[in-house]
């Protein structure tokens, strides 16, 4: 099983991103998928889950969608009107469970991560 984030960047306040996670040695289809984040000296915390509909984040709603890309086995995460407290190293999880969970502990395989930077 292997996750590979890519798609960060700088980007200016009220920009866009979009983040890929390629996933290889089982179906997106199947599992619970989420990205979380962790800003610099914080904990980390949960942006959207979704296993079949996506649930975000109060702090996301309305501004970032996740979703899979099944013939490609890869998860997005299109991110607009970006905001510096969006700041964060970005990574995505699979979850070998029907249901979705918000909790990282949880989650069997993380991908290494992409660094997303918002300037103000």
């Known amino acids: 099983v292997q996750l590979v984030e890519s798609g960060g960047g700088s980007v200016q306040a009220g920009g866009s991103l979009t983040l890929s996670c390629a996933a290889s040695?089982?179906?997106?289809?199947?599992?619970?998928m989420g990205w979380f984040r962790q800003p610099p000296g914080k904990q980390r915390e949960g942006v959207a889950i979704?296993?079949?509909?996506?649930i975000y984040a109060s702090s996301v709603k309305g501004r970032f969608t996740i979703s899979k890309d099944y013939a490609k086995n890869t998860l997005y995460l299109q991110m607009n009107s970006l905001k510096p407290e969006d700041t964060a190293m970005y990574y995505c999880?699979?979850?070998?469970?029907?249901?979705?969970?918000?909790?990282?502990?949880?989650?069997?395989?993380w991908g290494q991560g992409t660094q997303v930077t918002v300037s103000s």
């Open positions: 999880a699979a979850y070998f469970n029907p249901s979705c969970t918000w909790s990282p502990p949880s989650y069997n395989y």
């Open positions: 040695g089982f179906p997106i289809s199947a599992y619970c």
């Open positions: 979704i296993r079949d509909a996506g």
